[in-house]
């Protein structure tokens, strides 16, 4: 068992700087008690998030706020240089404390701006829709570009099961979509740890692994807005942030079902393309990594060294990415370690071992299925081509070694 800023048994000690994490009914109400210390806050939400929560954090804090910053936007708030830019705006002299009221976009703007002025942040939880509540990262918009930073993580998470349960039920489907990919990203850890001997604690990985079987069969009782479901999503969402705020980067909740998702993203802002929630994209991804790791535990693979035609290369950037072509050639120029073909040959019994691990695809399937989550609005959304294109290059996205680099790498198609 990992204890907070002790020497762990893969000889790192592991530290998270989060004071307090409240996830039950009722727990709006310690919201007052947690900010006593501080006497000038920045309430920041969007239109939706204020009414769900908003309103009883503004009464629960009484005249400590000394501003408030609700975004009106239309459509989906995107945590860009102009929403950035609006949140700075909204601070004063003499701030003390940012709490965000909000999920995903909220988190990552008070998470980032905080940092960025010293200040420490509370988020208040609207939905049980992805897993970055206590994480350090923040995952920015700039230029087109997904861009994750590493900030601070803050400094107390509430959820209040009568907030979190009357989500919007795809909230919390992309929640526990989001939690369902961890058997995808934890595949590629230990994949990168065989391939690349990347560092692997074997504490973290149990720690996210034993979450995600808590939630696994929670699907029935979340479409029912169960209390008691949604709190243990809830708490496994923010516990797998503590995990990552453990390993010290994104590792143990992102591996290649997150970097689809990314490409969808940022496909669809550069393009005006629709593009799904997050956790909801990880999960159909989750799939899509699972019948990848599938043909290459089932076909022979091919080991011989690929000349790269990087002329071609970069052709085809500027039909997939448009106008951040640019941008992720950068990216592609300094792309994760490709290991010698000939360590693919010498250990590709120990990697069919650790590709054969996760469920099957059709296995996660009926898992998503359980919450709805159904192929056809995937596949709706994203026609075949465009997740061919996600598969070859969703790895220049990220620099990081997953089972998409290692089925470029081996296949031809």
Known sequence: MIKNGEKCICGRVHSCDIEKIIIKSGAIKELAGLAAGYENILLVADKNTYAAGGVAAAEALGDKIKNTLVYQDEGL????????????????????????????????????VSFKKGLPY??????????????????????????????????????????????????IRAGYGDIIGKYSCLCDWRLSAVVNGEYLCPEIYDMTYEMLLKVRDLGPALMKRDGDAVCALTEALAGVGVAMAYAGNSRPASGSEHHLSHFFEVTGLLKNEPYLLHGVDVAYSTVITE???????????????????????????????????????????????RPPYGVYREKWDVIKAVLSEPPSSAEISVMLASVGLYPERFEATYPPEKVKDAVKFAPELKDRYTVLRLYNDLRND
């Open 291 to 337: 019948k990848l790791r599938e043909k290459l535990l089932n076909e022979t693979p091919d080991f011989s060294e690929k000349e790269a035609d990087e002329a071609a290369f970069e052709k085809e950037l500027d039909r997939v990415f448009g106008s951040g072509a640019k941008g992720v050639s950068a990216l592609h120029k300094k792309a994760a370690y």
């Open 77 to 112: 708030l995107v945590p860009d240089e102009y929403a950035v830019k609006r949140l700075e705006e909204a601070l004063f002299k003499g701030a003390d404390l940012i709490v965000g009221v909000g999920s995903g976009v909220i988190q990552d703007l008070c998470k980032f």
């Open 122 to 171: 509370f988020i208040v939880a609207t939905a049980p829709s992805m897993d970055g509540y206590a994480s350090a990262g923040a995952a920015m918009i700039e230029g087109g570009m997904k861009v994750t930073y590493q900030t601070h993580v803050p400094v107390a998470i509430i959820g209040d099961a009568e907030i979190l349960k009357n989500a919007p039920l795809d909230m």
